[in-house]
């Protein structure tokens, strides 16, 4: 199977998956495009939509799943990016070293396990060892079950887990990935990529 993926710019990424966000119903909270804007705006990130063909409708192409990384540094004014750092600097070195972010994204439910989120993250990971990042991570809770799955089978390890004093499912977890030419070479999606307008 080939996945057809768009690489969108910043405003019109951000209206985009506000849209799709829309069909996440597990997302207690969806972002709004002025927040990813205001998240993206003075730093390397990268926008990543998967479209796919309607079973019953094969000349209707809709969005099935999103993606959004962006860089991680060592210093941040913005306070939800300087307390992730604050967290992550025993296990994560950002010294010297190029580190991104895995902020958001998803597969629409009646999507999931079709491949739609792997080349996504294949994707980004292509981007992200051109551009000279050096490693990637991801933070998600506990109680995110296929998410903790996908992860896995990507090969990200779990570095760090912060224990919720009420409930385990609430507690947070910390992965990453070490970026390098073996890690696009694993790569299993066959991709085709388009520049959206």
């Not at 094969?58 to 969005?63: E, H, K, M, S």
Request: charged share 30%; with cysteine; aromatic share 10%.
């Amino acid at each position: 199977m080939e996945y057809l993926i768009k690489q969108y710019p910043l405003e019109t990424g951000a209206l985009e998956i506000q849209y799709i966000e829309e069909f996440f119903g597990e997302f207690p909270r969806k972002k709004t495009a002025a927040e990813i804007t205001n998240r993206l705006q003075d730093r390397e990130f990268l926008i990543l939509m998967a479209e796919a063909r309607l079973g019953d409708d094969a000349g209707t192409v809709v969005p099935v799943a999103f993606k959004v990384v962006h860089e991680l540094r060592a210093v941040e004014a913005e306070p939800k990016l300087r307390d992730l750092v604050g967290r992550l600097r025993d296990c994560v070195r950002f010294d010297g070293r190029k580190v991104l972010y895995s902020w958001i994204g998803g597969t629409r439910r009646d999507w999931r396990g079709q491949g739609q989120f792997r080349a996504l993250t294949e994707e980004s990971e292509v981007w992200a060892l051109a551009s000279g990042f050096h490693e990637v991570v991801v933070k998600t809770k506990n109680r995110y079950y296929d998410m903790r799955s996908t992860l896995d089978h990507l090969e990200f390890d779990v570095v760090k887990y912060e224990a919720h004093p009420k409930s385990n499912r609430e507690s947070k977890v910390y992965l990453s990935k070490q970026l390098t030419s073996d890690v696009v070479r694993t790569h299993s999606s066959t991709r085709t990529v388009v520049l959206a307008g």
